[in-house]
């Protein structure tokens, strides 16, 4: 079945690790997103790419690093710069046009 | 100012009620839109896409006014089951922003 697999489902770490979140599609869609939510709170743009080999920043890009170097695969490296890591991390696909998005299960991701 | 802004919430109504959400955009070049469910602790869901003639699927109508740019979800009948958070999603050129989210929740 096609879908976003993000892995792992939890992950821990402690403070002043860069840690990288995997998000892989078999959607053969073009565009890829990563996105943030804090609990009680909406999701907040972080990274987005249309392409291969390219991405641009979203609304809360500080902190985090992102590559594209395959259609399936957009990961997310949380680094040390990034004052407050620990959310939930959702990653989105899309065929791009007017077609919605699908998401991934997510990663919780704690820092201590 | 956000630029995706919805009703805050929460709402809480009894099974059977109809109840509306509101998500206004400021970008007018704004090409789609969206409305997603987001239980708790899981990814959003798309729930329904929003058309310019407006559309309708069973219980739910999504209604676009871009001359306002506001986006609007009415669910009707309410079930226990609809109780979740409701997400508004607006595309510009490239991006999709989401807006914050409003809790409903439906009581027997």
């Known amino acids: 079945d096609g879908g976003i697999t993000q892995s792992p489902k939890y992950l821990f770490r402690k403070e002043g690790q860069n840690v990288t979140l995997s998000c892989e599609q078999n959607?053969?869609?073009?565009?890829m997103y990563w996105y943030r939510q804090d609990p009680g709170q909406g999701l907040r743009l972080i990274y987005y790419?249309?392409?291969?080999?390219?991405?641009q920043k979203g609304d809360i890009a500080e902190g985090y690093s992102v590559s594209r170097e395959k259609k399936e695969s957009f990961p997310l490296t949380v680094t040390s710069a990034q004052k407050n890591p620990t959310a939930f991390y959702l990653c989105?696909?899309?065929?791009?046009?007017?077609?919605?998005?699908?998401f991934g299960n997510g990663t919780r991701l704690t820092v201590t | 100012r956000k630029e995706v802004e919805q009703d805050p919430g929460p709402f809480n109504v009894p099974e059977g009620a109809t109840v509306a959400f509101n998500c206004t955009y400021s970008?007018?070049?704004?090409?789609?839109f969206f409305w997603y469910r987001q239980d708790c602790r899981k990814e959003p869901k798309l729930l329904m896409s929003?058309?310019?003639s407006g559309n309708e699927d069973g219980r739910f109508t999504a209604q676009l006014n871009r001359a306002s740019q506001y986006i609007s979800l009415l669910i009707r009948d309410s079930k226990l089951s609809d109780s979740a958070t409701y997400l508004c999603?607006?595309?510009?050129?490239?991006?999709?922003?989401f807006g914050a989210g409003t809790r409903l929740t439906v009581k027997p």
């Open positions: 989105a696909s899309t065929r791009g046009g007017y077609s919605p998005l699908h």
């Open positions: 959607l053969n869609h073009d565009a």
């Open positions: 790419s249309q392409i291969v080999n390219d991405f």
């Open positions: 970008n007018s070049a704004s090409q789609s």
């Open positions: 929003v058309y310019s």
């Open positions: 999603v607006v595309k510009g050129d490239n991006d999709m922003r």
